[in-house]
C-alpha cells in the first residue's frame, strides 16, 4: 500500500499538467452541482472520470470548453487553468479556447452535410480557404480516426448514411481535424454497440499519443480499459482521483469501492 | 370484456367518420366545383378561358371570359407579397429562435399571433384610410387602388404564418448540432448561417409555400385595395382584378346557370387546383426533411 502511493506520487511529478482545476464550485440556478472540485489533468494522458447519474461529471468537463454559456441562470466559482490561464475568467477568447480544446458529445452529432463537408467545416470556421490544403487535412484526420477505409469512396455522401459507430468516429476526425490540444469526451459510446465502442475505445487510446484526453464515461470497464487516471464523482464532490490501476486495485474511499464493485450507481 | 371491445368499436368509428369528414367536405368541394364550372369548359374551353386576356363577362353583345388578366393578377399580388413577407417573416424568425431573450421572444411572439388574428377586412380598411393616400402620393397616381397596395398590405398579413412556420423549423434543429458547431470554435453568426439555416431549410421552404398559399386564397383585402380592373397589369401601380376578388364582387350580379356564373366557378377551380398544389408541395417538402434530420438519431 504504502510504496503503491510512493509509486503514484513519483509518477505524479513526472508527468506534465495540462489542466489545473483549483477550487472549483458550479451552481446551476439555487442548486450546486459541482463542490469544491481540485485536480491535476497531465498532458497526453487519459483521464476517465466516472460516477452515476447526475453527479456532475458531464458539467466538469463542459466546463472546460466552456459549454456552460448555453445553460442559463448556472454560476462558477474557482479556477480552470490550462496552460497558465484561468478559463473561467470574463475576458476568455471562448472561440480560440474552444479550437485548442475539442469535443466529441454523447451522441454522434455529425452536421447534415457530407461527410468532406462534416470535417472541412471546423477548418472552414478558422479560416482555412485552400481547398487542396483542405482536402489533405480531411483525409488525414479521416486515416487518424481509423474511418478512411470505410468512406473513401463516399466523402460526397450525407454523413446520415454512416451507422452510429461510424458517425461517431466522424466526429472524431471533425474534432481531430482543427488539430485541438484537449479532447473531451462525453459518454463517447453511451449509443453505440460494442463492437463500435471497441473501435472508438482503440481510437482513444491511439489518441493518447499527441492530445491530453478526458472523457466521461457510465462503463467501469471503459475506464479501467482506456484510462492512465481516474477520478470517481459523486452528487457533485470529487470522492477519489489518481491512477486507474489504484482505483480500480485499491480504492481508498468506500465509497469508491462500493461504486467500482457494483454497489450501487 | 366483450362490452368494452364494442364500445371501444364503437367510439373507434365514432372518431374515424370524424375525421373523414373534411376529407369528404373537400371531395364535396371539388365535386361542386367541377360540376358548376362543367357548362363553361365545355362551352368556351379551359385552354382557351386560361390563355385569352379579354374579360367582359357581362358584355350583352359579346361577352368574353380570358382568366389571364385575373391569373397574373393573383400571381402577381402573391409574388410581390412574398417579396416583403419572406425577408421579414425569415429574419423575425431567425432572431427569435436564435437571439431573442426569453421575455424578447414571449413579447415578439404573442405580438406576431395577434396580428394573425386581425379579421382581413380591418386589414383592408387600414389599407384604404391609410395606405391608399400615401401610395397614390408617392407615385402620383390617378388612384392608391393597386396592386402594390393591396400586396404590401397581404404581404404583412402572411408574415405571421410564415414567422411561426420558420420559428418551429429552426427549433426542430437539434441543438447538438449548435453544440458541435460551437465546439468547433464556430462563432454564433457562423453556426446560424452555415449549420442551423441549411438543416432547417426545408422547413423555411414549406413555411414560405404556405405562406404563399395564404396569400393567392385571400379574398377580402384584395377586393378592397386591388382597383378592380380586370386587364392584364403592366406595372406596380396598375390596379388588378385577382381570382378571388373576382369570384366575389361578380358572384353575387350573375345569373345562377348562366356562362359567367359557370366561368366564376372555372375560377374557383383554378385557385382551388392551385392552392391544392401548393399544400402537397409543402407536404412533400416537410415529409423529406423529417426523414434527413430522423435518420440516424
Known sequence: MLTLNIKEELNKTEEKTKIKVKDLNFYYGPKQTLKNISMDIYEKKVTAIIGPSGCGKSTFIRLFNRMDEFVLESKSEGEIIIDGKNILEKDTDLIDLRRRVGMVFQKPNPFPKTIMENIAYGLKVNGWKDNFQIETRVIDSLKKSALWEEVKYRLKENAYGLSGGQQQRLCIARCIAVRPEIILFDEPCASLDPISTAKIEELIMDLKKDYTIVIVTHNMQQAARISDYTAFFLMGEMIEYGLTKNIFENPKDKRTEDYITGRFG | ???????????????????????????????????????SIKEIGLIKMITSSEWYPTDEENPAFGMLPLITASLYVTFLSLLISIPIGTLSAVYISEFAKPKAKLFLKSFIEIISAVPSVVFGFWGIVFLVPIIQKLFDLPTGYCILTSSIVLGIM??????????????????????????????KHTTIIRIIIPAASSGIFTAIILGAGRIIGETMVVLMLS???????????????????AIASEMGETVVGSLHYSSLFTLGLILFVITVILSVLAQYISSKYSLKLGKGR
Do not use: Q, W
Not at chain 2, 368499436?9 to 365535386?31: C, D, G, M, N
Not at chain 2, 420558420?166 to 464556430?186: F, I, K, Q, T
Not at chain 2, 382597383?227 to 385577382?242: F, H, Y
Open chain 2, 1 to 39: 370484456m366483450k362490452i368494452k371491445t364494442t364500445e371501444n368499436y364503437k367510439i373507434e368509428l365514432l372518431f374515424s367518420a370524424v375525421s373523414f369528414f373534411s376529407l369528404l367536405a373537400l371531395f364535396l368541394i371539388f365535386l361542386t366545383l367541377a360540376k358548376e364550372s362543367f357548362h
Open chain 2, 158 to 187: 402572411a408574415v405571421p404564418i410564415i414567422t411561426s412556420l420558420c420559428e418551429d423549423a429552426l427549433n426542430m434543429v437539434p441543438s447538438s448540432l449548435r453544440e458541435a458547431s460551437y465546439a468547433l470554435g464556430a462563432e
Open chain 2, 227 to 245: 382597383g378592380g380592373s380586370a386587364v392584364i397589369p403592366e406595372s406596380l401601380t396598375d390596379p388588378a382584378r385577382p381570382i378571388t376578388s
